[in-house]
């Protein structure tokens, strides 16, 4: 029987547990992955999402990523938009090219479905427990016949030494998303670091909120979030750096990156001298540009 025709999901409950890129996850992200799990299992693509353009909808890859898992889970888009943030930022999932276009996949589900194909194929043609009729026939040893676990270890270190994600007869022409994150993130953080030396770090934590804090940047320079581009790379950082400067001397905002990231338009508008209106702090968060009363 086929994975996506099994009606329950293969979870390994001990990788799981001791996952350490999953564990720099919060809670709310990896009660998502569950579920994200859950449709990767029934996904055409086993294991994975391929992006396809809708009619009448201009989304980018991420955006439709982003779409399909908020309509299939009923989570809200917001929220799944930040918990794939994170997965992808440590490599919990991974975006690669498929058939030309961008393939959101969980890595260990991709193999898991590639080597049960393998084997049914085996079984069809000889008939039987594959890896026992070879070892019948031509008397290998064990070390020929790895036990799967050992195989997809193995299978993880050769990707490692080799560069590469995804399928191995993928080749990564352009950078992923989540790897052009990880090109502003130290920086920022040194930033905030610099500003509020006695807050601990905690990528875990600090991450996702700079990750938002560097978009919500972008959203109001009018550019797109892409810090593999120099400019805008510093345009962030330099945004950034009197934002950092303003928030850790907010006690009420600014105790971690979180607090600055749910404020950061209450920070600026002190930070320029300005106040809120009623109206625009009901607006937090609704992507418009910040607009600011005279006092």
């Known amino acids: 029987m086929a994975l996506r025709d099994q009606p329950y999901l293969p979870l390994y409950v001990q990788d799981y547990l001791t996952d350490e890129k999953l564990s720099c996850c919060s809670y709310a992200t990896q009660g998502i992955y569950i579920r994200i799990m859950c449709i990767l299992h029934k996904s055409e693509n086993y294991g994975g999402i391929l992006f396809k353009q809708i009619p009448k909808q201009n989304f980018s890859s991420r955006q439709y990523f982003d779409f399909i898992i908020s309509r299939q889970t009923g989570i809200d888009l917001q929220n799944v938009t930040e918990a794939v943030d994170e997965l992808l930022l440590f490599d919990v999932l991974k975006i690669t090219q498929k058939e030309g276009v961008d393939f959101l996949y969980q890595k260990r589900m991709v193999t898991d479905f590639d080597v049960s194909n393998k084997r049914s194929e085996s079984a069809k043609k ?117 934002i950092a400067k303003k928030a850790a001397k907010d006690e009420w905002h600014g105790n971690s990156l979180k607090q600055v990231a749910n404020h950061i338009q209450t920070i600026i508008s002190k930070k320029n001298g300005h106040q809120l209106t009623t109206l625009e702090q009901r607006g937090k968060g609704t992507g418009r540009s910040i607009e600011f009363d005279r006092p």
């Open 126 to 242: 000889g008939g039987g427990n594959p890896n026992l009729k070879r070892k019948n026939l031509f008397k290998q040893n064990s070390k020929q016949i790895p036990e799967y676990e050992n195989e997809y270890e193995n299978e993880i270190k050769n990707d490692l030494k080799r560069g590469v994600t995804g399928e191995r007869e993928t080749i990564q022409t352009e950078m992923p998303e989540h790897e052009k994150q990880k090109l502003i993130l130290p920086q920022m953080a040194k930033v905030w670091q610099d500003e509020k030396p006695e807050d601990s770090a905690d990528p875990s934590h600090d991450n996702p909120a700079l990750l938002e804090i560097a978009r919500f940047i972008c959203t109001q320079a009018k550019t797109n979030f892409n810090p593999a581009d120099e400019k805008i790379k510093h345009t962030i950082i330099e945004k950034w750096k009197p």
